[in-house]
């Protein structure tokens, strides 16, 4: 059964914190992707990755930043977290057969509150 | 500007009846339409994907229709069931490697 695990499925940080999400799939996915769900705006694309150590911007990665140092490992780093930051953030793999269309395989979500 | 729009109002149906979602978008020529059920706390899960090329697409209970010329998909659960509460999102994709989420429709079936 494919897996999508999230280092934390609730966090309370502190305004300035640096925070670190992380992301592990056990299916050799090559893409990766952090979202943030907020309610009424749907899932954001933060970042995604097609490959190793390869990152490219999404659509709100102001604030952000990302690692991929192995391929089933994805970080999501928040360089000083502030308030507009609490969200729950998902994160997500696919296969890549060329097109980039394949169905994502969701984690569990962290509900992250910055105070 | 590209959105994706889906009914923000909760759709609440007898169980037995058919759930008919839908999902229009403008300003997009997607390649590929996905739908997900999302559970409250969870991440969303993949139900069916349906090709600009294709016109209807079924799974078990569920049933997708893809309209470009509308720029329209309609997610339909027949013989619903309490169990089929849910939010269910439509994505869109363009053929890169990028897919756009709606916000979803909350749907409540009652027994």
């Known amino acids: 059964d494919v897996k999508v695990t999230q280092s934390s499925r609730y966090l309370v940080k502190r305004t300035g914190e640096k925070v670190f999400l992380e992301c592990v799939q056990d299916m050799d996915h090559e893409n990766m992707f952090w979202y943030r769900q907020d309610p009424g705006l749907g899932l954001r694309l933060i970042y995604f990755s097609y490959d190793v150590k390869m990152k490219e911007k999404g659509d709100i990665p102001e604030g952000y930043s990302v690692s991929r140092e192995k391929k089933e490992r994805f970080s999501l780093i928040l360089e000083s977290a502030s308030t507009n930051q609490t969200s729950m953030y998902l994160c997500a793999s696919s296969t890549n057969t060329g097109t980039g269309n394949n169905e994502q395989y969701f984690g569990p979500g962290t509900r992250l509150t910055v105070t | 500007s590209q959105k994706i729009e889906q009914n923000s109002e909760a759709l609440n149906i007898q169980e037995g009846k058919t759930a008919t979602l839908t999902c229009n978008y403008t300003n997009y020529s997607p390649a590929y339409l996905q739908w997900y059920r999302q559970d409250p706390g969870r991440g969303p899960v993949f139900l069916l994907l349906?090709?600009?090329?294709?016109k209807e697409k079924r799974k078990e209970r569920l049933k997708v229709t893809f309209d470009t010329t509308l720029k329209q998909s309609l997610f339909h659960i027949t013989a619903s069931q309490p169990a089929d509460s849910a939010t269910y999102l439509c994505a869109l994709s363009t053929g890169g490697f990028k897919t756009i989420f709606g916000a979803g429709t909350r749907l409540f079936v009652k027994a």
């Open positions: 349906i090709r600009e090329n294709e």
